[in-house]
């Protein structure tokens, strides 16, 4: 009688316990091949900018469990223009594109590109500055946080603002989206003998 109240505890113990295992697994993310930086709007009369996704980015795979963070280089931006002149000093839009194949979603985050020259144009170079860190909603419940890096390059004294910097992205995840909680058979398995096991001892004492 001990063996079996022993026996049948124990299956139900593992059975819960497999359970917690199975709600509290991480949230899986794959980046997409689409990712891109619309710099339509640095084009003359501008400081013109240029990037290149990095190509390492397609298929990333990372999983975050809820408050966890994950950074990844997502791409190198900068300008081939040798000089600043004056139109290079007004702001101009810049907005990046941030593919994901899960969640299947492509999200926008906007910047402001620029060029500075110091006094007499001795030292020259450029900025980016992000709007800020967006907050994702997907599935039903399930939420994250996406921020870009600020980029930036200066140059010595009279040698142009021609140069790169790299972007980082970082994503936080903050909430799981909901699903139809279907547990895997191995964890219905052991629930399911730790339940009968549980009516089979109360019919004993029953009896």
Known sequence: MKKCLIFFITFFIIGVWCTGLAGAASYTYVMG???YIDVSAT?????VMEYTINPGLSGLTFGLNVGESNTFSFAQIGTSESWINEDDLTPKTIIAYVDF?????TQ???GTSVGFAGELLFNQ????TWDGPVTVNFGTGGQFVIALSDASYESGWWTGPDGFDCIAATVTHL???????VPEPATLLLLGLGLIGVFG???????
Do not use: E
């Open 175 to 181: 909430a799981d989206p909901t699903t139809n909680g």
């Open 33 to 35: 091949n689409s990712s």
């Open 43 to 47: 084009a003359d009369p501008a400081l």
């Open 201 to 207: 001892i109360r019919k004993k004492i029953h009896s």
């Open 125 to 128: 170079g450029w900025t980016i």
């Open 101 to 105: 194949d899960n969640p299947d979603i």
């Open 108 to 110: 926008s985050l906007n």
